[in-house]
């Protein structure tokens, strides 16, 4: 799914699911996870994996995958990525320092928001607006659920570049449901990327297998 929303030069690897066998991690990593349950331990293993397979197929070194500030991944020098986890799904994308600014990757399960009070936490007025359009035009997509995705995508590109926290709040969102598509517009100042400030990012999204998908990524020049 996710290599039909990101071109190379980014590297994506996906799983549907645990290896009956987890693949090994490095000491460091084990400790990260020493206390967890096993479904944590599962999913964390299994990204890492999918991480480092990208990595390889770039060239990149087999290292631990930490989690750092705010629980981003740290990444190998010359290199940048994104991860993502859900029930059923794990996925990683890589690229090369200077091929690729950013990328943002998220995945949730095609279905409602467990808890109501959540979309008015991450949606503004405008954006419940406009899911309730997509509801009552575009049945068979949870949109709340995409919007909630594709925010996540944003705070990946986000975060890396800033070292800030960005509030749900504080990027609105449209999303086409023809072009599988989404705008998001940064409320607050953007990050500076080559001298030039970006306040929008451009992304996509897929839906499938019971998943939704959504991506981010910037390269050199304008954000795609």
Not at 45 to 64: D, E, F, N, S, Y
Request: hydrophobic share 40%; aromatic share 8%.
């Amino acid at each position: 799914m996710i290599e039909e929303l990101l071109p190379p030069p980014l590297a994506v690897v996906e799983s549907f699911g645990d290896p009956e066998e987890p693949p090994a991690l490095f000491p460091e990593e084990e400790r990260v996870i020493a206390r967890a349950v096993d479904g944590r331990r599962r999913e964390f293993t299994t990204v890492r994996h999918c991480a480092r397979q990208a990595l390889a197929a770039l060239g990149g070194p087999a290292v631990p995958l930490l989690p750092g500030e705010r629980g981003a991944p740290g990444w190998p020098d010359g290199y940048l990525g994104s991860m993502t986890h859900c029930r059923g799904y794990r996925a990683a994308a890589v690229a090369r320092v200077g091929e690729v600014v950013g990328v943002g990757i998220d995945a949730e399960p095609n279905e409602p928001l467990r808890d109501r009070d959540v979309l008015r936490l991450i949606a503004l007025p405008e954006e419940r607006e406009m899911l309730a359009r997509l509801d009552a035009s575009h049945p068979g997509v949870s949109w709340e659920r995409l919007l909630f995705s594709a925010k996540e995508s944003v705070y990946k590109v986000w975060f890396p570049l800033t070292g800030k926290w960005l509030d749900f709040e504080e990027a609105r969102l449209v999303i086409d449901p023809e072009a599988r598509t989404f705008e998001a517009e940064l409320l607050v100042p953007g990050p500076v990327v080559e001298g030039a400030k970006i306040q929008n990012f451009s992304g996509r999204w897929t839906s499938g297998r019971g998943l939704l998908v959504t991506s981010i990524s910037l390269f050199p020049g304008l954000p795609e």
